[in-house]
Each structure stands twice: as C-alpha cells, then as structure tokens.
C-alpha cells in the first residue's frame, strides 16, 4: 500500500473491530482510537520481551522500534509479526514459558 493510501484511510485491517455493531464496550461502539490504544499496550508488553516496541502512527500505520534505533513502519497486525520475525533478536515464540509467565504477571 502506498503512503498517501495509508494517510487517507486505507489501512482498515479485517482485524479492525472499531464501528462494527458485533463489537461494543460496556454497551458503546469501540473507537477506532481506543481499540488501536489497547491493541498497542497489549503489543508492546508482548514484543519487551523480545526488545521491541510498536507506536501507533497518526491512526492509520504502525512503528515497530528495536533497542538498536532501527525502526520500520507496517500498517497492520500481519505486518507488525513479519517484521517481529526479522527485526528480533531471538525467534519469537508464542508458547515461549518466560513470555506466558509475563504475560501472566508472575515473576
């Protein structure tokens, strides 16, 4: 996708729950604020454990930051793992014990 797509909009994901009437909180619609805030949190304790972090940019794209300063920009959850793949510095395990347990909040 190219940048001005991304910029006007373009970048709604099937992963998008935002404004859909299936998807509500405590009864009112999910903004598209809101649920990319709480999709970054979550992603960001996920990739600590690996180095990384990701910034919402401007609402329609996605940064991706290692510790080293190398950043990427990708515009959606399929993007973000791709570049998790290449960008961490071990293989990034969803099962991976020492990631549940923090995920978890155990220590």
């Given at each position: 996708?190219?940048?001005?797509?991304?910029?006007?909009?373009?970048?709604?994901?099937?992963?998008?729950?935002?404004?859909?009437?299936?998807?509500?909180?405590?009864?009112?619609?999910?903004?598209?604020?809101?649920?990319?805030?709480?999709?970054?949190?979550?992603?960001?304790?996920?990739?600590?454990?690996?180095?990384?972090?990701?910034?919402?940019?401007?609402?329609?794209?996605?940064?991706?930051?290692?510790?080293?300063?190398?950043r990427e920009n990708v515009y959606n959850?399929?993007?973000?793992?791709?570049?998790?793949?290449?960008?961490?510095?071990?293989?990034?395990?969803?099962?991976?014990?020492?990631?549940?347990?923090?995920?978890?909040?155990?220590?």
């Amino acid at each position: 996708m190219c940048g001005l797509c991304a910029a006007l909009g373009g970048s709604r994901y099937w992963t998008d729950a935002a404004g859909s009437d299936a998807f509500t909180r405590n009864g009112g619609k999910v903004t598209l604020r809101a649920e990319r805030e709480r999709r970054v949190a979550f992603l960001n304790r996920v990739l600590d454990h690996y180095g990384l972090t990701v910034h919402d940019w401007g609402g329609n794209s996605y940064v991706l930051s290692d510790r080293r300063g190398r950043r990427e920009n990708v515009y959606n959850l399929e993007g973000i793992w791709s570049l998790v793949d290449r960008m961490a510095a071990t293989d990034c395990d969803p099962l991976d014990p020492a990631l549940l347990s923090r995920l978890g909040g155990a220590s």
